[in-house]
Structure formats: C-alpha cells, structure tokens
C-alpha cells in the first residue's frame, strides 16, 4: 500500500481545467520532479496553491499549471496528496499523467484513492460508498441523499444498532459463561425488547434505502387504463414534450413507451402503455399483453379513467387489480361534463384519487405534490432523513432483518440463550459488513473496483 500512485481525477473530455491526482508517501519529490516554479511545492506551504509549469526530463515546457501539496493525514486519502491542475485537453492530462509516473508512480488502480481513505480510516465503508452516489446523482434529491450518506447518516444508525446488539449478546454470554456468578439476569421479555427495538431500527433503514433508491434510479411507474381515456396525452404534458401520438381513435397507442423525467424532484421512469381492452387486432394484442407485463413489474401504476364516462367493466377489472399494490388514479377531462365521481373509484380500489383534466393543466400540480409525498414521505423533502443505500447494503440489512425476526422468536419461546447469541452474532457481523467493520478484504476490493479510475 505504500505505493505512490497518480491518475486523471477529472472526466476525460475537453475542459478548461482537468486535474492529475498523486497520492503516497512519495508524492512530494515526485511533483517536485516535474513540476518548477518560483516556489516549490512544500511542508512549509502546504496547501497553498502554487503556479508554475511542468517539464519533461529534457526540461521541455509541457503546460502551465496550479499545484498544491496536502499532506497525510489531512488528505482525502490520509496520505500525503498533491493535485496538479492544468488545462483540461486530453493531451496536456495524458501527458502529465505519463510524467508522474516516469516519475515513479504506478496508475491508480479504480477507486483506489477511496480505498485508500478507507483504509487509512478517513472514511467507513457506508461513507466511501456514498462517494459514488455523489458522483452520479441524478437529481438534485439524490444528491442530498447521497451527502447523507456520505457524512455518515447511515453508519451512525447502523453502528447504534450494532453497539445495542453487542451488548446483548455480551451479557448474554456472561449469563452462559458464568452460570454460577451472580449475574444480574437478563429476562427473555427484556431481550425480546431489545431484539424488536434493533428489528424496527433495521427496519427504518431499509425504507429510507428504498426512498434512496428511487431517488437514484428513478420510481418505475406505469400509465394504465383503457383505450382514449388520455394516458398518452398525460405522458405527453408530464414530459412537456409531444413524445406520444394522440388521438381520438381508441387504441392509437400500441408499444410501450419509456421516457424518463422529474417530476418536482423526483425522478421516474414513466411508461406509456396500450390501452387495456379485450381486441381482435393482433398487434393491438400484444401491445395490450405487454402493458399487462408492465403494470406487474411497476413501482406505481398511474390509473387513468375517463371522467366524462361511467366505468365500464375494464375500468372496474383494472381498479381491482391495482387495489393491493401502490397507485394513484386520476379522473381525466375534467373539462367535460362529470359522468364519475371520486368515491365510486375509491370505493373498489381505495387510495387516492383525483380529478384534472391534461387538456387544460387543471389539477396537473397535485400529480407532483402527490408524488413527492409518495416517495419522501411525510417530510416530504430534503429533510425527511432518506439517505442512499446500493444492492449490497439492503441486502445485507434484510438478511439482518430476518435474523433479528429469528433471534425475536427464539427470545419470545424462550430458547436457550446460545440459540440467541448465534442468530445476534450473525447480525452483528452483517451489520458490521455494512459499515466496513467486519469485512472480508475480496469484498472491499469488490467495492472499490466499481469506481472510476482517479476517484
Ligand atoms: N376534453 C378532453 N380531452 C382529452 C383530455 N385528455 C385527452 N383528451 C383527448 O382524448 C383523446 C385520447 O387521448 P390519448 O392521450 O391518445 O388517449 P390514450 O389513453 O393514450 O389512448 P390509447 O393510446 O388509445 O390507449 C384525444 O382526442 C385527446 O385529445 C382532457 O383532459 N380533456
Ligand atoms: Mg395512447
């Protein structure tokens, strides 16, 4: 690890300004090799930014440049840094960068600044995770999310959580251990509290993962209803773009249509479908087989009715099948005289429902305010506590969750307590792997190697 490595920090591309990065105990005198100016880089002006130029070995001036040294421990990696900024063509960059390692570093391998942080205990895992949410945040919520779990939001819960359950399990061996001392008891109605505190802690975490996440990726959400009832005109004025054919004639819409947008902060992955209706046209057919497929694999179906008609019968079959999964139904043309009211809808699929009207924009806002609420909660913005979680954190936090729901059972069945501790120890150990505690060195490789190169 001692190693002194450098890379491109910045996205290759034409820039104004484009940044090398060198890292390591020999970062200092192998700057100072290629880089001149009035004053060198050095301890006594670290952290100062000094202008200069760098040369080849000839001396053969290469480009003008803005250099810092930053020494360890109060670096990005905790290793002595210097960062060369220098104009942002590829050329100026590659070259610098072929310099700093004739120099004597080695390329930065992906993410192996970060991993150094990590390891030099700058950043925990959850923290240097984060980092790359920050990198690729889509929107402005995702960002915020992102710096949560950057700051550590989400390590600070979970090492709650593992303090909790190690003292648990600690007392609990003592009780084992030492039978005969007298140790002060731990009742199983005690230990079944403490199981079921951790377990809705746990629980908490994996819905804010999942508010990040939709935060990151976007909600999937599905345009669904019958045949003319505005589904295509919906899509068309949430993306304020005229993406969708429309048209008075049933059935205009036939393949599914993917758009992404955001919607007051929240991202989605919205789909136009086929109106659903039983057809003898073939190709109708499968556009209406694949809006089926579509509304199973939706996040959120976004019923459409035609408020200027009663419900027929495929609105009802519709209604009925969106009633246990999450939707919102809007009555649309509301500018046409009311043929449907509310409480009939909500009277077969419950949840919300409202009426507006594409054509006009009349209730179009409580799309967004709906959505907002939808994902972030009652807080319903930036401050509502949700933080980015990736695939390897809620799936390490579920299999904690499930043996937190085993441990609770064995606690309420009063089982021996080693039954207890196997099942807390495990959750130990997988909250641990969240934070970087406990965890395996493939797996911190693992991590790291989804990095850019010079992150
Ligand atoms: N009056 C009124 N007409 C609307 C409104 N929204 C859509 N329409 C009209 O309804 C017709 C059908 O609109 P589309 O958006 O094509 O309907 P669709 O649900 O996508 O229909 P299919 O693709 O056939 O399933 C068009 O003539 C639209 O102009 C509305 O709010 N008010
Ligand atoms: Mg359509």
Known sequence: MDATISAIATALGVGAVGIIRISGPESLAMANRIFSARNPLSRDRARYMQYGFIHDAEGNYVDEVLAVYMPGPHSYTGEDVVEIQCHGGREALQEILRLTFEAGARPAEPGEFTKRAFLNGRLDLTEAEAVMDVITAKSKRALIAANRGHKG???????????ALKDLIVHLEAVIDYPEEDIEDVTYDE?????ARCSEAVASLLRQGMTGRILREGLRTAIVGRPNVGKSSLLNR?????????SSIPGTTRDIIEEQMTIDGIPLVLTDTAGLRDT???????????????????????????????????????????????????????DLPSCLDEETVRAICGGDCFRLSVKTGEGMEQVGTWLKHFVCGEGSDAESGTMTQNARQITLLSSAADHLDG????????????????????????????????VPDEIIDEIFAQFCVGK
Not at 153 to 163: D, E, G, H, Y
Not at 191 to 195: E, L
């Open 191 to 195: 230990t079944a509290q403490t199981i």
């Open 407 to 438: 441990a609770r059972n064995d606690a309420e069945n009063h089982l021996p307590y080693d039954c207890l501790t196997i099942d807390l120890t495990e959750v130990l150990h997988e909250l641990g792997e969240i934070t970087g505690e406990d």
């Open 153 to 163: 939001a989400l390590s600070s819960k979970v090492k709650a959580i593992r303090k």
């Open 238 to 246: 949430l993306l304020q773009a005229d993406r969708a054919i429309v």
């Open 280 to 334: 003898k046209d073939y190709v109708e057919q499968i556009g209406v087989e694949r809006s089926r497929a579509i509304l199973e694999d939706a996040e959120l179906a976004l019923v459409v009715l035609d408020g200027s008609q009663p419900l027929d019968a495929e609105d009802r079959r519709l209604l009925e099948q969106v009633k246990n999964r999450p939707h919102l139904v809007l009555i649309n043309k509301s």
